[in-house]
């Protein structure tokens, strides 16, 4: 009897220290509803054309009007020439006045002249050019089917998708960029609205006319003054002039194949326009829970077992109860505060010695698993709790204990089925202690 009463103590105790550490706990972060945020966009790479990375070897010079002018160059050409050179140096100069004989060589150099365009290239005014770029952020049901949406109005509309990121998590995102013909574009973003709700957009338009001119103007100059050097090394006779000419050649090549580079990518930002989306779920992955928040009171009922053990024997016990839970109390983690009434009637050849009828009034908590997502699954989530109250059987009154392990087997937004054991100490009558394992199904309605 002592041994029996102990293990009921302990019992006790291990579910006040269970009470305690539930309460105790910090809840987690309740998950932040989006953010809306503009997906980010690649800033507009600069350029500078005067600007090449230097070279082993490279020497700094100019072109005077001197060594240029007259005999081998006119003064188109040799502003030409002299704008893609340096600060002060003497190797081409020394070559160049050994090409044209009888021109004085500069001891320092002439001031850089402002380019000049070669004849020709004043045409009239072209139309402009007008680069495009937009960024989106909408919000729909479903990031993966609305990814799929886009990207079949991008091919419908010639485009391409550059960028394809996506995270998952309470709420699901994705970060595209695409790319799309520029007389698409207003087009494309009016079918967008389709996708989803645009919660946020900016849209951006960079005029670069200028740009495009003034690089037209430098490839026109440096492929005259390329040509120039061409037929200058025709008539070099010095191994110094050959060997400084072609040293030029090389970097007025580099310096046209940059700036035509440069060019490419200008006319490619006109022609196509640029987009960054993101989208954003509005409602938590599948495997959670479908409702926002919980419900503020859950009302239920149950159908279960009791099965009391004593030194006099055992007793078996079916009946219902009634369940009256409210799960916004106690924190993320908590499954509510519950009170439970159930009312059970002996069966299964019992013969109880002084009633056939069993009652308990119960008062406790239920805690979810952290570790598996603190009870926001559609499907099995597990919990532990403890219950506390009065019990009657066999026509005396018991204080009693219980731990609960339970499974939701299915929740929504209106409906839970769950299943329970309970392991239930009972001590106060005189008949002394004793214990009873309660297992259930029940049915909860969520308000």
């Given at each position: ?13 291990s579910f006040?220290l269970?009470?305690?550490d539930?309460?105790g706990?910090?809840?987690?972060p309740r998950?932040?509803?989006?953010s ?10 600069s350029?500078?054309p005067?600007?090449?990375p230097?070279?082993p070897?490279?020497s700094?010079y100019s ?11 006119t ?5 030409a020439v ?6 002060p140096?003497q190797?081409?100069?020394?070559a160049l ?12 150099s ?9 004849p020709?290239?004043?045409a ?8 495009r770029e937009a960024?989106l ?9 609305a990814?799929?949406?886009?990207f ?7 485009g ?7 995270s ?8 595209l960029?695409?790319?799309v013909p ?13 996708v989803?709700?645009?919660r ?7 005029d ?8 037209g103007?430098l490839?026109?100059n ?5 040509a120039r050097y061409?037929d200058l ?5 010095d ?5 400084a ?9 580099a310096d046209l ?20 989306i993101?989208?954003?779920s509005s ?10 928040h919980?419900?503020?009171?859950s009302?239920g ?9 004593r030194?006099?024997?055992?007793s078996?016990y ?6 009256l ?16 009434v159930?009312?059970?009637?002996a ?8 009633s056939?009828?069993a ?5 406790g908590?239920?805690l979810y ?7 926001r699954r559609r499907?099995l989530?597990?919990y ?12 005396r009154?018991d ?7 339970g499974?939701?087997?299915f929740?929504?937004s ?6 329970q054991?309970?392991a239930?100490a009972?001590v106060?009558?005189?008949d ?6 309660q ?9």
């Amino acid at each position: 009897m002592n041994a029996k009463r102990a293990a009921c103590y302990a019992l006790l105790a291990s579910f006040a220290l269970m009470a305690l550490d539930g309460c105790g706990r910090s809840p987690p972060p309740r998950p932040q509803t989006p953010s809306y945020s503009l997906p980010a966009l690649a800033p507009r790479p600069s350029f500078d054309p005067n600007a090449r990375p230097p070279r082993p070897g490279d020497s700094t010079y100019s072109l005077s009007t001197d060594s240029l002018n007259g005999g081998a160059f006119t003064a188109i050409e040799a502003s030409a020439v002299r704008r893609t050179g340096g600060g002060p140096g003497q190797v081409v100069n020394q070559a160049l006045a050994k090409v044209t004989p009888g021109r004085a060589v500069a001891a320092s150099s002439a001031p850089v002249a402002t380019p000049v365009a070669l004849p020709g290239t004043e045409a009239a005014k072209e139309e402009e050019k007008i680069e495009r770029e937009a960024q989106l952020a909408l919000e729909v049901k479903d990031v993966s089917e609305a990814a799929t949406r886009v990207f079949a109005l991008v091919r419908a509309h010639d485009g391409s998708v550059t960028k394809d990121q996506r995270s998952s998590g309470t709420h699901s995102t994705a970060e595209l960029v695409v790319r799309v013909p520029s007389a698409q574009f207003d087009a494309f973003l009016s079918e967008m609205a389709t996708v989803g709700e645009i919660r946020n957009r900016s849209i951006k338009a960079v005029d670069s006319s200028l740009e495009h001119k003034d690089l037209g103007i430098l490839v026109g100059n440096l492929e005259a003054a390329l040509a120039r050097y061409r037929d200058l090394l025709q008539k070099a006779t010095d191994p110094l002039q050959i060997l400084a000419i072609e040293r030029e050649l090389e970097r007025v090549t580099a310096d046209l194949d940059r700036i035509k580079g440069r060019l490419d990518f200008l006319r490619d930002r006109v022609a196509r326009s640029t987009i960054a989306i993101g989208l954003h779920s509005s409602e938590p992955p599948s495997d959670q829970t479908p409702f926002a928040h919980k419900p503020q009171i859950s009302p239920g009922v149950r159908a279960l077992s009791f099965v009391d053990v004593r030194e006099s024997g055992t007793s078996g016990y079916v009946g219902s109860g009634l369940t009256l839970r409210l799960p916004s109390s106690g924190g993320e983690s908590a499954r509510g505060f519950i009170l439970d009434v159930d009312v059970m009637r002996a069966c299964c050849k019992s013969r109880p010695e002084r009633s056939d009828w069993a009652y308990d009034i119960l008062l406790g908590f239920d805690l979810y698993s952290d570790a598996l997502q603190s009870g926001r699954r559609r499907w099995l989530n597990p919990y532990l709790g403890a219950r506390v109250g009065f019990s009657q059987t066999q026509d005396r009154g018991d204080f009693a204990a219980a731990g609960v392990f339970g499974l939701e087997i299915f929740k929504t937004s209106a409906l839970m089925i769950d299943v329970q054991a309970r392991a239930v100490a009972l001590v106060g009558n005189p008949d002394g202690p004793h214990a009873a394992v309660q297992p259930s199904i029940g049915f909860d309605l969520g308000f």
